[in-house]
């Protein structure tokens, strides 16, 4: 396993793991029965008689974390060790291990050291259910999108809002600042915390795996045509709405859109770096959203509660009871879908979109 610093030139820090005795190189360990601890310590002479036999393997574990880019590598140095040092102390005394950190700032890795296989495998176990902790906590750096904001589209939600705004702006909540910004409408496949610029190269690297493995099999290496058409919302009360999505669906009546999104999930999910929210993607396109009143140029949608510093409790909701009676079935037109984004939060590129880490082709 290994954990990083910020993308933005911070110290990066990894986690290896070792048995007592000596070792050269980082190559991070799985435990094996097949090879001799002689051929795992990267040339180390010395044989190490009745300790467990372990394998030394050059890969990357999939259980990567680190800081949010504003949290710089000193943050996640102090969740690790913890006040004066008590998580870090604690974290060895129930394990019977010693954990070397690299101080804050330092390039090196995390090696937690022990004389039993299972005090180390014990140890690292805690480390990765506290960065997966930490990892939690952080507001998502990226979402897997695709754009929507084609000239027809965005003319039709220009008339969208501008309709709303005469037939409805006398209800509850109602108000100019709630609409999205056309040049950034999207729909949403999920949301991920990317803590560096590893973590986001492995996000990269897993859309091409695949476009490989499913995604052209699907697709047939053409575009998906689909139809942007009603409205609907996700909380129990139309008159206390926070979002209204636009639906999304195929034109030609098919899943292939779902099973995409779906199976982009499963495999993020796998990988570690994205949380699952939903059984199922729920093909949306945000149209308003209480969110933007405070933050027009970077607010994106999460339903659940790892909404990073936004607070349900912040927002004020709207009454949108009268906007589902008269846009039911309203039609934002037909767009094609030629790729899968992976989008970075707060960002805009030429055209208004937000920045792309990464893209996906579906021709």
């Given at each position: 396993?290994?954990?990083?610093?910020?993308a933005g030139g911070?110290?990066?820090?990894?986690?290896?793991v070792i048995m007592?005795?000596?070792?050269k190189?980082?190559?991070?360990?799985?435990?094996?029965?097949?090879?001799?601890?002689?051929e795992?310590?990267?040339?180390?002479?010395?044989?190490?008689?009745?300790?467990?036999r372990?394998?030394?393997v050059q890969e990357?574990?999939h259980?990567?974390a680190g800081?949010?880019?504003?949290?710089?590598?000193?943050?996640?140095h102090?969740?690790?060790i913890?006040?004066?040092g008590?998580?870090?102390k604690?974290?060895e005394?129930?394990?019977?291990t010693?954990?070397?950190?690299p101080?804050?700032?330092?390039e090196?890795?995390i090696?937690?050291?022990?004389?039993?296989?299972?005090?180390?495998?014990?140890a690292r176990?805690?480390?990765?259910v506290l960065l997966?902790?930490?990892?939690?906590?952080?507001?998502?750096?990226?979402f897997l999108?695709?754009?929507l904001?084609?000239?027809?589209i965005?003319?039709k939600?220009?008339?969208?809002k501008?309709?709303?705004l005469?037939?409805c702006?006398?209800?509850?909540?109602?108000?100019?600042?709630?609409?999205?910004?056309?040049?950034?409408?999207?729909?949403?496949?999920?949301?991920?915390?990317l803590l560096n610029?590893?973590e986001?190269?492995?996000a990269?690297d897993l859309?091409?795996?695949?476009?490989?493995d499913?995604?052209?099999?699907?697709?047939g290496?053409k575009p998906?045509s689909?139809?942007v058409?009603g409205?609907?919302y996700?909380?129990?009360?139309p008159a206390?709405m926070?979002?209204?999505?636009?639906?999304?669906?195929?034109?030609d009546?098919?899943?292939k859109l779902?099973?995409?999104?779906?199976?982009?999930?499963?495999?993020?999910?796998a990988?570690?770096?994205m949380?699952r929210?939903?059984?199922?993607?729920k093909?949306?396109?945000?149209v308003?959203?209480?969110?933007f009143r405070?933050?027009?140029?970077?607010?994106e949608?999460?339903s659940?509660?790892m909404?990073?510093?936004?607070?349900?409790?912040?927002r004020?909701?709207f009454n949108?009871r009268?906007?589902?009676?008269?846009f039911?079935?309203f039609?934002f037109g037909?767009a094609?879908l030629?790729?899968?984004?992976?989008?970075?939060?707060y960002s805009s590129d030429?055209?208004?979109?937000?920045?792309t880490?990464?893209?996906?082709l579906?021709?």
């Amino acid at each position: 396993m290994s954990c990083s610093g910020a993308a933005g030139g911070e110290a990066q820090l990894s986690l290896i793991v070792i048995m007592k005795g000596p070792q050269k190189g980082n190559a991070a360990v799985s435990w094996s029965s097949s090879l001799s601890l002689e051929e795992q310590c990267d040339g180390c002479p010395t044989a190490h008689p009745g300790q467990d036999r372990w394998a030394s393997v050059q890969e990357e574990h999939h259980s990567r974390a680190g800081p949010a880019a504003a949290g710089g590598g000193g943050l996640l140095h102090r969740y690790i060790i913890g006040k004066k040092g008590e998580t870090k102390k604690r974290l060895e005394t129930e394990t019977r291990t010693s954990i070397s950190i690299p101080k804050p700032g330092v390039e090196g890795e995390i090696v937690i050291t022990g004389q039993q296989r299972g005090a180390v495998i014990s140890a690292r176990t805690r480390i990765d259910v506290l960065l997966d902790s930490f990892r939690k906590k952080q507001p998502f750096t990226h979402f897997l999108s695709c754009a929507l904001n084609q000239p027809i589209i965005q003319e039709k939600f220009l008339q969208f809002k501008e309709e709303v705004l005469e037939k409805c702006s006398q209800d509850h909540g109602v108000s100019s600042s709630l609409f999205q910004n056309p040049a950034k409408l999207h729909l949403t496949l999920g949301t991920l915390v990317l803590l560096n610029e590893q973590e986001i190269q492995r996000a990269c690297d897993l859309l091409q795996q695949c476009k490989e493995d499913f995604v052209d099999q699907i697709t047939g290496g053409k575009p998906l045509s689909v139809e942007v058409t009603g409205v609907e919302y996700m909380n129990d009360d139309p008159a206390m709405m926070d979002v209204l999505y636009a639906k999304v669906h195929m034109k030609d009546g098919s899943d292939k859109l779902q099973v995409i999104a779906d199976q982009l999930v499963e495999r993020f999910v796998a990988s570690g770096l994205m949380l699952r929210e939903w059984d199922r993607v729920k093909l949306h396109a945000t149209v308003m959203n209480t969110l933007f009143r405070k933050d027009p140029s970077g607010a994106e949608e999460r339903s659940s509660t790892m909404t990073g510093k936004s607070s349900f409790k912040e927002r004020e909701s709207f009454n949108g009871r009268n906007i589902l009676k008269l846009f039911e079935n309203f039609s934002f037109g037909e767009a094609q879908l030629d790729a899968v984004l992976l989008s970075q939060r707060y960002s805009s590129d030429a055209s208004g979109y937000y920045g792309t880490a990464g893209r996906l082709l579906l021709h």
